[in-house]
């Protein structure tokens, strides 16, 4: 005697085409009966509507999950990023400029103590401490090269746009080297707790604020992890 187990849903479209093929081919005998039976139970409890509905979510979830981890996906590509506005020596013309400086809590640490790169942890935080008129010096690099060291620093209008971007020295890093007697010199980098970040743009920009990033090597390109977004029109 062959026992039919209890409708599943996972299994409720190929228990309805066992059901056609057999009915097709003009079987009529006792499974095909209990086929006959199950099929509209299926469809007055809802389970080969709940089946096409899994089908239709599915796709929406994915997509929403993709976008997601596209989301969280650490930094951007720079050479996109850069490649698609100037740089500011190249629109800064001879007009006038500004300076802004700002104190920059790098991390929660409490002292004035350089920290290893291994035992550093960012916190981020700046706070306008100076602004000032100056004149224009910005130097035009014919093939800028971004470095760990260095900082990419975005001017960013009223609307959000990127409209030029430069690089200045990361104020956090301290270069160290030393060396045993008669042992190879060993490089090491460290971080300042606290820093003074000074950044100048040209007064034709009219920028809004400024977003400072901070490049990453990841094996193949650089990319630029957002360190922050500071205001920059005068208050």
């Given amino acids: 005697m062959e026992v039919l187990s209890p409708p599943d849903p996972a299994n409720a479209y190929y228990r309805l085409g066992q059901f056609e093929q057999r009915h097709r081919h003009g079987r009529d005998d006792r499974t095909s009966r209990r086929s006959a039976d199950v099929y509209p139970r ?10 096409r509905a899994v089908w239709i ?3 929406v979830l994915l997509a929403v999950t993709v976008s997601v981890a596209a989301a969280q996906t650490p930094g951007r590509s720079a050479a996109a990023a850069l490649s698609a506005v100037p740089t500011v020596a190249s629109v800064a013309g001879s007009g006038t400029a500004t300076e802004v400086t700002f104190t920059w809590t790098t991390t929660a640490a409490v002292g004035d103590q350089l920290i290893a790169a291994t035992d550093f942890r960012p916190l981020n935080r700046f706070e306008p401490l100076a602004r000032r008129s100056v004149a224009p010096a910005f130097v035009r690099e014919r093939a800028p090269e971004l470095s760990d060291d260095r900082l990419v620093v975005m001017a960013v209008d009223a609307a959000g746009r990127e409209v030029a971007w430069q690089q200045v020295y990361d104020p956090r890093i301290v270069r160290a080297e030393a060396s045993d ?12 707790p606290r820093a003074d970040l000074v950044v100048t743009l040209p007064d034709a920009l009219a920028a809004a604020a400024v977003r400072v990033f901070a490049p ?8 630029l992890e957002l360190l922050g977004e500071l205001p920059w029109a005068a208050r």
């Fill in 42 to 51: 299926f469809v007055e409890s809802g389970i080969i509507p709940r089946v």
């Fill in 57 to 59: 979510v599915c796709p």
């Fill in 181 to 192: 007697l008669g042992q190879p010199i060993n490089g090491q980098t460290l971080f300042r």
């Fill in 216 to 223: 990453r090597w990841n094996g193949t390109e650089f990319l």
